[in-house]
């Protein structure tokens, strides 16, 4: 799980398989920015 953040995404916790489909259906992608936190926060960027 992972928190996402990022524009134009419904901010919350996501398995990494959504999360990943999310940023690949943007064209976008999916970095992790904190991975220390809990969960770990990704964000989706160009």
Do not use: F, T, W
Not at 4 to 24: H, S, T, W
């Amino acid at each position: 799980m992972v928190r996402v953040v990022g524009d134009n995404v419904e901010q919350g916790i996501y398995p990494v398989k959504d999360a990943l489909a999310m940023a690949e259906a943007q064209e976008l992608d999916l970095v992790e920015i904190s991975p220390n936190a809990d969960p770990p926060v990704c964000k989706i960027i160009d």
